[in-house]
């Protein structure tokens, strides 16, 4: 089975477990845009009638940061490649520079300004523009991010999101098949 999604994938959604069960840390996850704002503007963040997929990495009342180190700080607690569910997330040399398309860690403002300028800093990670900065989930609410946060438009740019947004629990991609 296909170990990484992109877009245009087809995917088969577990609905069923999260009625008996929360998601959590780290699992992915498939959820609708609806209701998404740019918290910064109020403006709608995406498409509003979308589906995204990203790993869930905070829950409501929980306060997050990214480390200059590249890793989620949750409540204090740094996330590593023993976190169950971040282990290919966290798993290579922390020496290696982030790079497009590849697991990156989770890079804050600080990174992505060293990488490529302000301007990148400024719309990849507004909320989280060094490793001091916090962002607090509201109550019942989810923060997701990509693995590949080079890449990713994701909670650092427009926060958490209510949990009734979630649709299910990612299963597999069922199309293109590849082995």
Do not use: C
């Amino acid at each position: 089975l296909k170990a990484k999604v992109v877009a245009g994938d087809h995917l088969f959604v577990d609905r069923l477990s999260y009625n008996f069960r929360r998601p959590a840390r780290g699992e992915i996850i498939v959820f609708e845009t609806k209701g998404i704002r740019k918290p910064l503007t109020g403006e709608p963040a995406m498409p509003q009638d979308q589906f995204y997929i990203k790993r869930m990495v905070a829950m409501g009342g929980e306060r997050v940061q990214i480390g200059d180190d590249r890793h989620l700080v949750i409540n204090g607690e740094r996330l590593d490649q023993t976190t169950p569910h971040f282990e290919n997330v966290y798993s290579f040399d922390s020496g290696q520079s982030p790079q497009r398309n590849r697991y990156a860690r989770h890079v804050n403002g600080t990174v992505v300004r060293k990488l490529w300028g302000n301007a990148a800093a400024a719309q990849i990670a507004p909320l989280f523009p060094d490793e001091t900065s916090a962002f607090t989930l509201r109550p019942n609410h989810y923060l997701v991010m990509g693995d590949n946060t080079l890449d990713s438009y994701d909670g650092r740019a427009w926060g958490d999101f209510p949990r009734t947004n979630v649709i299910g629990k990612y299963f597999f991609v069922y199309w293109p098949i590849s082995g």
